[in-house]
């Protein structure tokens, strides 16, 4: 086991090394200069050069790019062309914020997605099952932001329900808050601002679970023992749970740690709707202000989360399910 | 065994939430206030400790110095104060100092307010002021609008409440430029912490800065402009326009303030829940023509072209009439604003008269006109963060095309297209100007031969001798007739054609008072507001 | 392709269906060629309408009338009402398909070429090929394909033939794991090891022998790819990346619309409900040519 982790994390380095140099390359190939956006409308031209100068702009791409790996070699994230502020420090006060949404966004979609996967299984072909079947397809056929838009219209402005935009205190923090007074208060409040984008980000990651759930319990269904179990008389409802479920949590694990990369990438588009604080606005943010820096680090960071969760999404599926490892 | 350990977590869980409470501990707290106001007449209204404002970006560098985006300015407004303030007429009034005089064209002295304190208790010097302006003029301190302060040679301390502004020549337009913060010495000289945690003299002190979610004040109790009226302000971050309006609409803010969209104005302009208030703002919406394109640089071509945009019809059906027809470079808000410039009124057949008088006629039938068999051309470019101007670049392709114009448009992001302005590479360019304080600020730099931002690269000698005149004389009747001369002559040519002027909206609950809407788009006038429940 | 590679690739987890009676076979097949059915209906609507726009088309699709701007649905002849130039929606919806159809197939299309010469490559050759290829297959994948796309675009400039590729370029990785796994696989058959032994060149077993043995998951992945590019265009296009006027697909409609939301909700409910109608369309196709090909390979 440990080895296999120990190789999986060797393998990352050349993964992380090609991102910093694609997204490096990317960064510099789009055009607007970092400095005349820092300055502003009224820079001259000459004012334009003396920031580029300071901030090293004006060295060849290689030489740039040799710097950038060599202070990343040494952890150094750089500094923020805009804030003024170290990247790492700004991507660390984002981080929270969208792994808070995504994690949420998860839970949602495999509340929605579990039932309904299962009861498409088990009722397969009736009316049940296309009903549920077809909610998945219509969860990946929408785009995001034009759901996360009508749930605003409804629920913030028509009901006023939720609120239209922000986050509310840390989850964790209001948790705390609720279980030091037994006040449910602060966890509501919290809530309230996290459930609507969470619901727009959780519904395509849903839709792709419900499916995953479906056909892998249908797989299971169709084993000999369930059949046998069934045919034994033992109550259906326990087989289904116990059997079935858990045999066909495999493939569901997959696809929930891969959504929850794919959360991550979502969560680009929810909270500039939502307006949310996370770092999928910082990295929109930074690259309409061609703050390089801040777009840099914070890929990277998304790609080493990305790898992680790979890794342990590896990592359970081993453990769950020890016949692969000896294979 | 494992069922019996389930229901122990379970009965354990129930057991947690029946004993929570749900209640909102803020409104508990002020109980004892909510009963006394109960039996009415006690006090008669009572007034909400905080007014939650809508920001649509959130703030770059919070020091004034460094500051160039308009959230770090709305920031500025309530935490620091400059020497002098423009009012609603854009005239200098007092604020850091209390009278100022000119001795001579190059000499400032300016009277300092006394007792003064930052807002961390140190009392407000007149080394405050010279450390500020000796910052904002040393190259490498990379202060964005340097070069409005370019004319000051030195700043000198006279004494604790006086100093001396040495100028390399005469600048007319100083004063409309030193509202900018003043920051305090001893805090600034520790290196770079004003950015993120500002420390001025002025209504309000921030409290903390959420990143991209929301910005929090607290009033200045020692303000020495009187305690501001409302406890409590937080902006929030909220990029989306509609989303912002609908936050208004929801009640989760109070207040928001122009970027907003035309067609969310028009809609709470019917509710009576809240107030609209317009005024004409700082800012025009032009289109840039590129001299040194060969098409462009006729000027009947470009005189051509201004026959085929109805200006009125971009105000009040894209703009729903949130900003308003423009003629020249020189606002409606400025003192030197003149309504007797050159027209060219929308009119599609004197257009094509034009161009066949230029020597463009569709030759070859194919619906384009032409000239020695060369289509006329163009590319209309703009940014894309302003769903506005795409509308009128899409709307003005249409009008180009119809008349025989081969019309692209392209819609970069700012960076993007700022840069390729910058560079001069684009025919025709909409863009706008803000904070134009003055009729130097609207034009020195944008028709000056030499100028940054000259982007269409305009040249014409007698201008050039206008503006620099402009700058030099200090009667505001001559400097009124000086801009008003380059005004006509730069419309004449149609370097710019000025399609818009622009407006600001402020849109709040009706139970928010106080509050006046201000053309720079300020929001120091919340220090007077007050939200009554 | 043990478990060593990432579980980035939905396809390797699906399971198919194995030993199952020949009731239910037969029961599954009705629903499945039912999605087949539905789907390909759907998406042969959209092809026809975008084919004979002109004749379905009620109005000229780029007339502007200004003073007839956000017209509601069933005012003045406009079925849908009118954009904010006043252009007729309906028929701006209907030559829509024809942009939206064209980044979804053309994109689909280069990512495709890409992918699939890639995998063949890396399957087929093996070594340090493959090593290369698929390390930047892991490169791809480890940061939110978005992202890429939004950089990408930036990078070439807005316009739709920069959308189209920029969306060929992020979405080839799926189609190179496919065709290398099958590669592979394929390889080591006896009827390839023949193909070698009687001297067949590489390019003759690569096209003849080998490629006609992945199509079948090359073409579910392709068209269930035609959705993502759809609503891919749609979320650039949303995020100011997209199309340039006057050129129009629905992404740019819906998103444009979505500024008038309040007042004219029709801008943006129509363009999306024909974003969600097609796309559907594709996944109800592409899910059941799967289902189909997966038990009939069993």
Same mark, same amino acid.
């Given at each position: ?327 | ?99 100022? &005089?000119?001795? +001579? =064209? !190059?000499?400032?002295? /300016?009277? #300092?307010? $006394? ?40 700043? &000198?301390?006279? +004494? =604790? !409440?006086?100093?001396? /502004?040495? #100028?390399? $020549? ?364 | ?298």
């Amino acid at each position: 086991m440990m080895t296999f982790v120990g190789k999986r994390l060797l393998q990352l380095i050349p993964v992380l090394l090609g991102i910093s140099i694609l997204v490096f390359l990317l960064l510099h190939l789009i055009p607007g200069d970092p400095a005349l956006t820092l300055l502003g409308q009224e820079a001259t031209p000459e004012d334009v050069e003396r920031i580029r100068e300071i901030l090293g702009l004006n060295e060849p791409l290689y030489v740039q790019l040799f710097v950038f790996l060599k202070n990343l070699v040494q952890g150094d994230l750089g500094v923020s062309i805009f804030q003024d502020v170290p990247v790492l420090t700004l991507v660390l006060s984002q981080l929270p914020a969208t792994l808070e949404l995504a994690f949420l966004a998860l839970v949602i979609a495999v509340i929605i997605a579990v039932p309904l996967g299962i009861i498409s299984a088990v009722k397969q072909f009736s009316w049940l099952d296309y009903v549920s079947m077809f909610f998945a397809q219509l969860g990946v056929s929408m785009p995001v932001f034009w759901l996360g838009m009508l749930l605003i219209i409804q629920f913030s402005v028509n009901m006023n329900i939720f609120p239209s935009f922000g986050r509310g205190d840390p989850l964790v923090e209001s948790f705390i808050m609720t279980i030091q007074s037994g006040n449910l208060y602060y966890v509501i409040e919290s809530f309230k601002y996290l459930i609507l984008p969470a619901l727009t980000l959780g519904v395509m990651s849903a839709a792709m679970i419900t499916r995953m759930v479906r056909s892998s319990m249908l797989e299971v269904l169709n084993e000999d023992y369930i059949r046998t179990a069934e045919a034994k008389g033992v109550r259906s409802f326990w087989v289904i749970l116990k059997h079935a479920f858990r045999n066909a949590l495999i493939p569901v694990i997959t696809i929930v740690g891969l959504q929850f990369g794919n959360l991550l990438g979502g969560a680009i588009v929810t909270e500039t709707v939502f307006g949310w604080p996370g770092i999928g606005r910082l990295i929109i943010t930074a690259i309409s202000q061609r703050d390089f820096p801040v777009v840099q680090g914070s890929v990277l960071v998304i790609a080493l989360l990305f790898a992680i969760i790979n890794l342990v999404v590896d990592l359970l599926y081993a453990l769950i399910n020890p016949k692969i490892k000896s294979n | 065994m494992k069922k019996l350990v389930w229901l122990l977590f379970l009965s354990l869980f129930l057991v947690l939430v029946a004993g929570c409470s749900y209640e909102n501990p803020e409104s508990a707290s002020s109980e004892p206030e909510q009963s006394g106001e109960e039996g009415e007449g006690t006090s008669d209204t009572s007034t909400a400790d905080i007014i939650k404002v809508g920001l649509d970006v959130d703030a770059g560098s919070m020091d004034p110095r460094l500051a160039k985006d308009t959230s770090a300015a709305r920031v500025e407004e309530l935490v620091y104060d400059g020497l002098v303030r423009l009012n609603a007429n854009l005239e200098p009034e007092p604020a850091l100092a209390t009278e100022w &005089e000119n001795p +001579d =064209e !190059t000499t400032w002295i /300016f009277t #300092l307010r $006394e007792d003064v304190t930052f807002q961390d208790g140190e009392p407000f010097t007149a080394e405050d002021v010279k450390y500020t302006f000796d910052t904002i003029l040393d190259p490498d301190f990379q202060a964005p609008y340097l070069s409005l302060y370019e004319p000051i040679k030195s700043v &000198e301390v006279i +004494d =604790e !409440t006086h100093v001396k /502004f040495n #100028l390399k $020549e005469p600048y007319a337009p100083l004063l409309s430029y030193l509202d900018i913060g003043i920051v305090p010495k001893h805090i600034a000289e520790k290196g770079d912490v004003l950015s993120s945690e500002p420390v001025g003299t002025g209504p309000y002190k921030m409290v903390n800065w959420e990143k991209n979610n929301q910005i929090n004040f607290e009033a200045n109790e020692d303000y020495w402009g009187g305690t501001p009226k409302t406890p409590k302000i937080t902006y929030f971050i909220i990029p989306d326009n509609t989303t912002r309006v609908a936050a208004l609409e929801s009640g989760d803010v109070d207040f928001v303030h122009s970027p907003l969209s035309p067609q969310d104005i028009s809609r709470i302009e019917k509710n009576d829940e809240f107030k609209v208030e317009k005024t004409q703002a700082l800012g025009f919406t032009y289109l840039n023509y590129n001299m040194k394109n060969e098409i462009l640089s006729d000027v009947k071509i470009r005189q051509a072209l201004s026959h085929l945009v109805n200006k009125n019809v971009i105000s009040e059906e894209i703009y729903q009439g949130m900003d308003s027809p423009g003629k020249s470079p020189l606002i409606p808000a400025s003192w030197a604003y003149t309504d007797n410039v050159p027209e060219f009124e929308y009119d599609p057949d004197k257009a094509l008269e034009l161009f066949a008088e230029a020597g463009w006629e569709d030759t070859d039938g194919d619906g384009i006109l032409d000239k020695d068999g060369k289509k006329l051309s163009l590319t209309l470019s703009t940014h894309s963060e302003d769903p506005n101007r795409i509308q009128i670049v899409e709307y003005l392709q249409n009008e180009f095309t119809q008349v025989g114009v081969e019309t692209e448009v392209l819609t970069n992001e700012w960076p993007t297209f700022s840069t390729s302005l910058m560079e001069g590479n684009f025919d025709i360019g909409l863009v706008g100007w803000l904070n134009l304080v003055g009729p130097d600020r609207a034009m020195y730099n944008q028709f000056y031969s030499d100028s940054g931002s000259n982007y269409g690269k305009y040249s014409n000698a007698r201008v050039d001798e206008l503006l620099e005149k402009g700058r030099r004389v200090s009667d505001q009747a001559e400097r009124t007739k000086i801009y008003q001369e380059a005004a006509k002559i730069v419309t004449e040519e149609v370097a710019y054609d000025v399609l818009l002027y622009q407006g600001y909206i402020a849109m709040y609950d009706k139970n928010l008072n106080g509050f006046e809407i201000h053309p720079t788009g300020s929001l120091y006038g919340l220090k007077d507001a007050e939200l009554t429940n | 392709m043990a478990q060593l590679e990432p579980a980035n690739n939905p396809e390797h987890v699906t399971i198919p269906l194995k030993k199952s009676s020949k009731v239910k076979d037969f029961l599954s097949l009705m629903v499945k060629s039912k999605s087949v059915l539905i789907g390909g209906i759907i998406v042969l609507i959209v092809i026809l309408s975008a084919i004979f726009a002109p004749l379905i088309a009620t109005h000229d699709p780029n007339e502007m009338e200004m003073s007839k701007r956000l017209m509601g649905p069933m005012e003045e002849g406009h079925l849908l009402g009118t954009d904010n130039y006043g252009r007729d929606l309906f028929s701006r919806i209907v030559y829509g398909a024809r942009v939206s159809l064209e980044v979804g197939v053309v994109s689909v299309s280069v990512s495709l070429l890409i992918g699939v010469t890639l995998g063949l490559v890396a399957g087929y050759y093996g070594g340090w090929l493959d090593n290369i290829i698929m390390r930047t297959v892991d490169i791809v994948l480890s940061f939110p394909v978005l992202l890429l796309a939004i950089a990408l675009v930036a990078a070439l400039g807005p316009g739709i033939d920069n959308v189209i590729l920029a969306l060929g370029l992020i979405y080839w990785t799926n189609y190179a794991r496919i065709v290398r796994a099958n590669v592979m696989a394929l390889k080591e058959e006896e009827y390839i090891q023949a193909a070698k032994t009687i001297g067949s060149s590489d390019f003759r077993i690569i096209f003849y022998n080998i490629l006609p043995n992945c199509l079948a998951p090359i073409i579910v992945v392709a068209t269930l790819g035609i959705g993502i590019a759809i609503v891919a265009e749609a979320t650039l296009s949303f995020l100011g990346l997209g199309i340039q006027p006057p050129d129009s697909s629905w992404g740019w409609t819906l998103s444009f619309g979505m500024k008038f939301i309040r007042d004219a909700a029709h801008l943006s409910i129509y363009p999306g409900l024909a974003i969600m109608f097609t796309v559907l369309g594709f996944n109800l196709l592409g899910d059941g040519i799967r289902d189909l090909t997966d038990s009939k390979t069993k």
